[in-house]
């Protein structure tokens, strides 16, 4: 991939245990594989770490990043990379809490997003932040969050995601700011997902 690809990310939220099983000391031995194999074949490469879901703080891993970074992984990435679909106030306090933990390393927010869909918005932490219903609650979470975090000190954040997911019933289907009418959050797999198609519509949030 040299020359057709610049940057790279080692893996997806290691520090879920469906992902990694809870073994911090595991996912820091990829890295040390991995980043100087990439750099060996590609110097101006950039490496990122696996995007941790709420900044390694998930509740079922408390000192997830402390291990991490214990297990010598400030060495063998390049950006810090996390996840976040909270409200204001807890995407401050996270990302102060991993700017401290991680020195200069430059800090991604890979995922940050909020659904359109009144009763998905009803599951996401943010939506204490009393957003209004539906397709303005979109609008308003990504207006007030996207430059907020830019704000703090983030050299890059990306919405999650571009397009609803028809596969599937979870709490992110309706996430997109474009759509395919009649064919979100279906219970269909992902096989068949990938062969769902139609017209797209843009949301108000586009």
């Known amino acids: 991939y040299k020359g057709k690809v610049t940057h790279y990310e ?3 939220e290691p520090d879920l245990r469906r992902s990694w099983k809870d073994y911090p000391e595991e996912y820091a031995k990829l890295l040390a594989l991995a980043y100087p194999t990439i ?3 590609d110097p101006n490469a ?3 770490i696996g995007g941790l879901a709420n900044g390694g ?5 408390e000192g997830y990043l402390d291990r991490l970074i214990a297990a010598g992984a400030l060495n063998n990435f390049d950006i810090f ?7 204001k106030e807890s995407i401050t306090a996270m990302y102060n809490g991993v700017r401290a933990k991680v020195g200069n390393k430059p800090i991604w927010i890979t995922e940050v997003g909020f659904p359109s869909d009144t009763a998905k918005q009803k599951e996401f932490k943010s939506a204490d932040a009393a957003y209004p219903d539906g397709e303005e609650g979109q609008i308003e979470y990504l207006k007030d969050i996207m430059p907020h975090v830019l704000s703090l000190g983030v050299e890059k954040v990306f919405w999650a995601y ?3 997911v028809p596969r599937e019933q979870s709490d992110f289907c ?3 700011v474009i759509y395919i009418p009649g064919k979100q959050c279906l219970e269909i797999g992902e096989e068949e997902g990938r062969k769902v198609d139609g017209e797209l519509v843009t949301k108000k949030a586009f």
Do not use: E, R
Request: overall charge negative; glycine content about 12%; aromatic content about 8%.
């Open 81 to 87: 990379n996390y996840h976040t679909y909270d409200a």
């Open 174 to 176: 309706t996430n997109g």
């Open 10 to 12: 080692i893996g997806n």
């Open 162 to 164: 571009l397009m609803d």
């Open 46 to 48: 950039t490496v990122l």
């Open 39 to 41: 750099k060996s074949v």
């Open 57 to 61: 703080g998930q509740s079922s891993q």
